[in-house]
């Protein structure tokens, strides 16, 4: 079920002209219940995929956005396994949007790819993103997966020459995500022109969807980038969200703005035609 729910929803966007959008929160931030209040308003808005943050203490690859989400998160005594209950209670009640849970390798191996896999499919998490695990070093956990019908989504960035490509598609599935600038999470945009070779090569040689991420934070920036992606994702411009609703103690204002982001995004988005 897991993988399949991923490529009927890219089908569903395709069949409606767009490009999908995909949103980025970190889960426990600013705590679990409002989580899952955000998860529900993002989907409520129009989120075709939802990418759930796993809070880290090393976030190497994310901006001070997204490091400081995993802080406060962590600050929060939010674990794995709380990421998972997440998913799993937003799963009782959407059977529909794909659940892609985000993080690092370390929590994973310490739970056990096996126990992990298990656990994720359970939960509901159709595929994750761990961005510190190269292909040559994920064998374990694409054979813990493949058990689960579980995705494991790569990386690709401008710099990935057509050699690497090949290595990053090798037991990838669901889609790719396609890192539009050289530098972390939140950094600045790419111009999309810029990308469009290396973003095309991607799919072409994977055959797999190829959204981009990295610096898109507007509905602006969405529609110019989804001229040349299957997707488009949006992590900082939620998380920051999270953040300010966390700092003046009003919590349930994250929800409602994550949810107005949305809207702004999927509007952005409607009437764009992916490039094929």
């Known amino acids: 079920m897991p993988t399949s729910r991923i490529t009927a929803r890219f089908d569903k966007v395709k069949a409606e002209g767009r490009a999908a959008l995909v949103t980025y929160i970190m889960a426990g931030d600013p ?14 808005n129009g989120a ?5 943050g796993a809070p880290f203490t090393d976030p190497m690859a994310d901006g001070p956005a997204i490091q400081k989400a995993a802080l406060r998160a962590l600050a929060n005594k939010t674990t ?12 009782e009640t959407d059977q529909d949007t794909p659940l892609i849970l985000m993080g690092y390798a370390n929590p994973v191996h310490t739970l056990g790819y096996q126990a992990f896999a298990a656990a994720a499919a359970e939960a509901g998490i159709d595929g994750t993103i761990l961005v510190d695990l190269p292909p040559e070093e994920d064998q374990p956990i694409r054979e813990a997966y493949a058990q689960h019908n579980l995705s494991v989504i790569r990386l690709a960035t401008p710099t990935t020459n057509e050699a690497r490509m090949a290595k990053v598609a090798e037991g990838a599935s669901g889609f790719l995500y396609y890192v539009a600038v ?45 001229k040349i992606a299957d997707g488009v994702v949006v992590g900082s411009a939620f998380v920051e969200h999270a953040r300010l609703a966390s700092e003046a103690g009003t919590p349930h204002l994250a929800v409602e703005n994550m949810g107005q982001l949305a809207h702004e995004l999927i509007q952005a988005l409607q009437g764009t035609v992916p490039a094929a």
């Open 48 to 52: 075709d995929i939802i990418e759930l």
């Open 182 to 226: 050289a530098g972390v999470t939140g950094a600045g945009s790419a111009n999309p022109e810029d990308i469009r070779a290396g973003v095309d090569m991607a799919r072409r040689i994977s055959g797999l969807p190829v959204c981009v991420g990295f610096g898109v934070k507007t509905g602006q920036q969405a529609s110019e980038m989804a």
């Open 80 to 91: 794995l396994t709380d990421v998972l209950a997440l998913a799993k209670r937003f799963r």
């Open 31 to 44: 705590d679990l219940e409002t989580s899952f209040q955000n998860l529900c308003a993002l989907r409520d």
